[in-house]
């Protein structure tokens, strides 16, 4: 027997709607080459979406079609956002910065009819453009009066565009598992690999996301996304944000400065905000040398990467709290957060960093699990590490036009993160499982050793690789960027003494200027090996 109940599909257009009539005058606020702070609302965005709409009509733009943004956080991407999304067409989000070669890679496969660009990106499109059949034109993410002069062809002006429509449109109302967004993983081995979000999907994690449980977002917030809206949807904040009239500050290509940051978080009255350690390194750094505070920010979500102690400490003096969070582009990307029930004042405080480290328990909707490498169950006991393996409605099933699906016989995704899980269900990652550094057949985190060299006051940056031995196979490295010069390779090597296992201690430290980054802000490993390849010769 069915339940008797509407079969409403699960549409993006529905969250345009609903933030339209409960929270029309929340604002989005945005900095974009054209504008050092654009001011507007949830009303004034989906009455400017719905002219978009009609643009798409207007370029032949229809149902199923795939158009790509190469766009920074600010308004027009989150007009993009919804204007594809809400009439059925799909948008590819390029990361710009990949390389060039990988680009023309995965916008020709992607088959991009339109690219929608910032002015900023132009001059990377001339080159390109040569090499992009299936793109009909280019529309330039400015007003009239800023927009660049282009050998691209088939050029419009966004703004000129939107003024020429009305903002009469009505949605259609089609399958909730169309397809929405196309992100491409930026993998360090081989190809891009693109994963298709769809209406239900992008729903679904958008009611995990707001949870108290999870971002804990509502109409009472002031979200700054420092997460980029080109890498897995920004994390999808664009589409929970109005689904509970969450205000939004966007901070356009201004993401990686920590002055801005500050400004925007001070005077819009940002309380929460989430992004890479890479970017909150920076913001740190920059209040330490300036001096300044930050005034209403409570809480910040980290994710992408491990987020050392020594971040959330440093917040912690500021009055924020981090949340560690983990997932990925193929889990669109929410997996697990750390929320911690427990009160900090009640735990010694190794415990409570031990504890608070962790990226969290499951939200509702994720199902976890971590196997051998004969894929057998391991148990939660928090000293067990494996394969951490999700399933779940908003996680993907198959790559963009693989053939093959992209679980395992029994319909697991494999994340290719090495995971415990303690009795309570938090989940800590130990390692990628490229970068697991295997000594003597046992294996060394090197979350864990990176955790505890941060922890030095001399030290800016730590990363970890394992390196060839004759002896153990392999030992690890430790690389390290400093913020007070006088740190000595002793020094530092003597601190870890007592705070890790004494077998996992390297025998070497080298200093470096800077680490190499990816192109999503994350500390590049494989770049790391490569540059280290000949060590110790
Ligand atoms: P991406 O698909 O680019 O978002 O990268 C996803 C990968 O980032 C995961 O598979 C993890 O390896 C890593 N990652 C994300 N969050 C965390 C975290 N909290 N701790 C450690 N690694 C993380």
């Known amino acids: 027997m069915f339940g008797l109940m509407m079969d409403t599909p699960l549409l993006i257009s529905s969250i345009m709607r609903h933030a339209e009539k409960l929270y029309g005058d929340t604002e989005i606020v945005s900095i974009t080459h054209d504008h050092p702070r654009h001011r507007y609302n949830y009303q004034d965005a989906f009455q400017r979406v719905r002219r978009l709409a009609n643009v798409f009509k207007q370029l032949d733009i229809t149902f199923g079609d795939v158009i790509g943004t190469l766009a920074w956080n600010d308004f027009r991407h989150f007009e993009i956002y919804y204007a594809t999304a809400c009439s059925g067409v799909v948008c590819h989000t390029v990361n710009p910065r990949l390389f060039a070669e990988q680009i023309r890679y995965i916008v020709n496969h992607a088959e991009d009819k339109w690219l929608f660009t910032d002015p900023l990106f132009v001059p990377l499109l001339e080159e390109l453009q040569a090499q992009l059949p299936h793109i009909k034109g280019y529309v330039i993410l400015s007003d009239e009066e800023h927009m660049p002069t282009s050998t691209l062809p088939n050029v419009h002006c966004y703004e000129s565009l939107l003024q020429q429509q009305s903002e009469e449109f009505d949605w259609p109302e089609f399958d909730e598992r169309t397809a929405s967004a196309l992100c491409y993983t930026s993998g360090t081995t081989g190809n891009p690999k693109g994963v298709v979000y769809n209406h239900r999907a992008t729903l679904l994690h958008s009611y995990a996301l707001v949870m108290p449980n999870a971002l804990n977002l509502s109409s009472r917030d002031c979200l700054l996304s420092v997460v980029p809206m080109f890498h897995v949807n920004a994390w999808g904040t664009p589409y929970a944000a109005p689904m509970v009239g969450t205000k939004i500050v966007l901070p356009g290509p201004r993401m990686a400065d920590g002055q801005t940051l500050t400004d925007l978080m001070n005077e819009e009255q940002v309380n929460v905000s989430a992004g890479v350690p890479t970017i909150w390194q920076a913001l740190l750094n920059y209040l330490r040398e300036s001096g300044r505070t930050l005034d209403t920010l409570k809480r910040v979500i980290v994710g992408g990467a491990a987020c050392p102690l020594s971040i959330m400490e440093t917040f912690e003096q500021h009055g924020v709290y981090v949340h560690a969070a983990w997932g ?161 390779k002793e020094e530092i090597l003597a601190w870890l003494d007592g705070k890790v296992a004494k077998w996992w201690i390297p025998e070497d430290a080298v200093f470096v200027e800077s680490l190499p980054i990816t192109a999503t802000g994350k500390i590049s490993k494989k770049d790391l090996r490569d540059q280290f390849e000949d060590y110790p010769k």
């Open 328 to 488: 990925m582009t193929e889990m669109s990307p929410l997996g697990s957060i750390n929320t911690m029930d427990q009160d900090p004042c009640e735990l010694p405080r190794s415990v409570y960093n031990e504890l608070r480290l962790k990226a969290g328990r499951a939200v509702f909707g994720v199902d976890m699990k971590i196997v051998s490498d004969d894929d057998q169950e391991l148990p939660w006991d928090g000293k067990a590490f494996g394969t951490l393996k999700v399933r779940g409605p908003w996680i993907t099933n198959r790559y963009f036009k693989h053939d093959a699906s992209a679980l395992d016989d029994n319909g697991w995704f494999d994340t290719g993160d090495v995971a415990t899980i303690s009795a309570d269900g938090y989940m800590q990652i130990t390692d990628r499982a490229k970068d697991v550094i295997k000594s003597g057949g046992e294996w060394i985190s090197s979350i864990d050793l990176e955790n505890a060299a941060t922890g030095h006051p001399k030290v800016a940056q730590a990363a970890v690789i394992g390196v060839p031995h004759p002896k153990w196979t392999e030992r690890p490295l430790l690389i390290i960027v400093k913020k007070d010069t006088t740190l000595s």
